[in-house]
């Protein structure tokens, strides 16, 4: 059982604008560790999509953003795409044990 | 071209050992601390363990604490986790994953940059 919750299931119209959370503790997030964030599509390895809280890698669109603040960091998928349907995870470290953690997942449906 | 390739899974009978490898190319590998990963048949993705640059920190996940060993040859470019006494809920696909921070000092804090497309583990007698 994680201890970064994300809902399991977000929803959207192509280019309208979904918001996916990842909440955490004091001992993940709130203790200020770093969110990363990962997309991956149907039967394909996970991709980096944020890094650091705020980054984006070289070659993620610019309708990816991310944000995080105390123990939550949230996902932004501005002017949603066909192809942006995919799981999404939150990841940060959790000094109670001493490792690296992933949020639930949140599928996201282009409706 | 940057790549990680997982081999060494299968089938495996509870209780027996398996030794998973994760070969890379097209960059420094000593230079950068890697982990493996797994995700049970439709479920999410679980952290399993994890090694910096030059093997002096090393992390395991509690579910798997006892069971299992991770190693690096940077010689040869190479990762491997030996999983000992086996059980069910050991199945799933194993991803090889790279940091993203060049010799990170703090294990497992840092992205994932670059994943393998894994091998499949399913125990099961």
């Known amino acids: 059982q994680s201890v970064l919750t994300q809902p399991p299931s977000v929803s959207g119209a192509p280019g309208q604008r979904v918001t996916i959370s990842c909440t955490g503790s004091?001992?993940?997030?709130?203790?200020?560790?770093?969110v990363h964030w990962y997309q991956q599509p149907p039967e394909t390895a996970p991709k980096l999509l944020i890094f650091?809280?705020?980054n984006r890698p070289s070659g993620v669109p610019d309708r990816f953003s991310a944000s995080k603040s105390g123990a939550s960091a949230s996902l932004v998928i501005s002017g949603l795409q066909a192809e942006d349907e995919a799981d999404y995870y939150c990841?940060?470290?959790?000094?109670?044990?001493?490792?690296?953690?992933f949020g639930t997942g949140t599928k996201v449906t282009v409706l | 071209e940057v790549q990680l390739v997982e081999s060494g899974g299968g089938l495996v009978k509870p209780g027996r050992s398996l030794r998973l490898s994760c070969a890379a190319s097209?960059?420094?590998?000593?230079?950068?601390?890697m982990h493996w990963v797994r995700q049970s048949p439709g479920k999410g993705l679980e952290w399993v363990s994890g090694?910096?640059?030059?093997?002096?920190?090393?992390d395991y996940a509690d579910s798997v604490k006892g069971r299992v060993t991770i190693s690096r040859d940077n010689a040869k470019n190479s990762l491997y986790l030996q999983v000992h006494s086996l059980r069910a809920d050991d199945t799933g696909l194993y991803f090889c994953?790279?940091?993203?921070?060049?010799?990170?000092?703090?294990?497992?804090?840092?992205?994932?940059?670059?994943w393998g497309r894994g091998t499949m583990v399913t125990v099961a007698s």
């Open positions: 994953v790279k940091e993203k921070k060049t010799r990170g000092t703090a294990l497992g804090r840092y992205a994932f940059d670059m």
């Open positions: 097209g960059f420094t590998f000593e230079y950068y601390g």
């Open positions: 090694v910096n640059w030059n093997s002096g920190s090393i």
């Open positions: 004091s001992s993940n997030i709130g203790a200020r560790y770093d």
């Open positions: 650091d809280n705020t």
């Open positions: 990841q940060s470290y959790d000094s109670i044990l001493s490792g690296t953690v």
